[in-house]
Structures are given as C-alpha cells and as structure tokens.
C-alpha cells in the first residue's frame, strides 16, 4: 500500500512517468480537453471534488517547478484565485500568468488533463514538473 495520499493508481502512474518540465492540468467540470491528450475524469457530481482537493493530493507526489494559471482566474484585487488559498503555501512563488484562450492552448502539450467536479469559472491550474535533486 502506498504512503502518500494519493491512491488514484492512473494519475500516479502518470505523475510517475513525468519528466523535468512536463504539463499536467488539473480543471475544472468545463475544461475542454483537447483530442490525444490523456483524459482523467474525476468528476463525480457538481464540486466533487474540487481543484484544490485534487491539488492537495497531486502535490503529495508531484514536485511543480511552475504554474500556470488564466489572468481571469485572479479575483479583483489580483491575488491569487479563492479555490486555490487554503493550499497556497507549497505553491511555487509566483504563478505564470496567460490567457485563458492560450491556457486551453498550452493544455494541448499536457501528458493528462485532470477532470474535476469544480464549477468555479476558470479554477484550472497547470503544473510544470520540477526535479527532486
């Protein structure tokens, strides 16, 4: 049995078989995934589960070099987006921010897309995988 918390057997394989500066995004019930790219589908009902419980686990495995996140995700004042503070201090420091049309653009070259049952417009992240030496 696994240590970690992710127990996802598809998803940890995948993060597994990443290497240095592989994408994979974690969105939201309404991101379009782009056809070739590796579909995981954890949408179970509306907000079940969310981005940032998706998140939680993914990082338990995944060391993120980089994130990608749409500008329009940003709430009024710029700060980071609500769906993502209660996890943001293991968060690279500062994401990189794109549109959301070169967001879904850039998903294209992702190893997967994870699906998720979040219905909060533009709760999609990327995660640039780092190294761990």
Same mark, same amino acid.
């Given at each position: ?6 127990? &996802?057997? !598809? ?15 974690? =969105?939201?019930? =309404?991101?379009?995934?782009?056809? =070739? ?21 993914? #990082?338990?495995? #995944? ?5 990608? #996140? ?26 990189? #921010?794109?549109? &959301?049309? !070169? ?31």
């Amino acid at each position: 049995m696994k240590r970690t918390p992710l127990l &996802h057997a !598809e998803l940890s394989q995948i993060i597994a078989a990443m290497g240095h500066g592989d994408l994979l995004v974690i =969105g939201d019930a =309404g991101l379009p995934i782009p056809p =070739g790219v590796r579909r995981i589908d954890l949408a179970l009902t509306r907000g079940v589960p969310t981005v940032s419980q998706v998140l939680e686990a993914v #990082l338990a495995e #995944l060391r993120v070099e980089q994130m990608l #996140l749409a500008r329009e995700s940003l709430t009024a004042r710029g700060a980071l987006p609500l769906w993502l503070q209660p996890d943001a201090p293991w968060l690279p420091e500062a994401p990189t #921010l794109l549109s &959301h049309e !070169e967001f879904k653009a850039r998903s294209r070259q992702a190893c997967a897309v994870v699906r998720t049952g979040e219905c909060t417009p533009y709760a999609n992240i990327g995660l640039v995988s780092g190294v761990v030496f």
